[in-house]
């Protein structure tokens, strides 16, 4: 099964991927601030905000209580068709518990860079992601990303959170 996993993640993100377009991915940028305080936005009381994985923009919601980074096997093909993931990115496979108590196996990943706040904001380098195969799971920033800053505050009242690097 972890075999075959691995070969189903594989082909979906290289399906897609033209190495020759790839753009060079700077990790060495030097971070201009050391804490940042990000809009969110919130639909059912669920809270997204806006990130950058590898560069390319999407919305994440913000879950403490997700151990990781988790994305779909669709934003999987989207860092692909940008050349923002390359064949030395794939971690391998591995096994969650998901909301409800099962445990399912997802492929791992390395994301090279999470930009959180713009590019003036907090950026981490070399995150490891699940890859979910239900191109509908959530984009889940959870503490993969919360682990690495110092601390992290929610404003309800100014619908901000506020990510501190030291």
């Given amino acids: 099964m972890k075999r075959i996993l691995f070969i189903i993640l594989s082909v979906i993100a290289f399906s897609s991927c033209d190495s020759s377009k790839k753009p060079p991915v700077n990790l060495s940028r030097t971070v201009a601030k050391n804490e940042i305080s990000v809009p969110y936005s919130e639909i059912n009381g669920v ?5 950058k994985l590898n560069g390319v923009s999407m919305d994440m919601i913000y879950d403490p209580g997700c151990s990781g980074v988790q994305i779909s096997a669709l934003e999987l093909q989207t860092l692909c068709k940008n050349g923002r993931f ?3 990115d794939i971690i391998g496979i591995g096994t969650a518990r998901i909301a409800d108590g ?3 196996e997802n492929g791992v990943i390395n994301i090279r860079e999470i930009e959180i706040g713009g590019k003036d904001g907090i950026v981490l380098s070399n995150i490891e992601a699940s890859v979910s195969l239900n191109q509908e799971a959530p984009l889940l ?14 404003d309800n009242v100014k619908k901000t959170i506020k990510f501190k690097r030291n």
């Fill in 141 to 154: 920033l959870g503490n993969g990303v919360l682990d690495k800053v110092a601390s992290v505050e929610v």
């Fill in 47 to 51: 809270k997204t905000i806006p990130v």
């Fill in 102 to 104: 099962s445990i399912v």
């Fill in 86 to 88: 390359s064949e030395d």
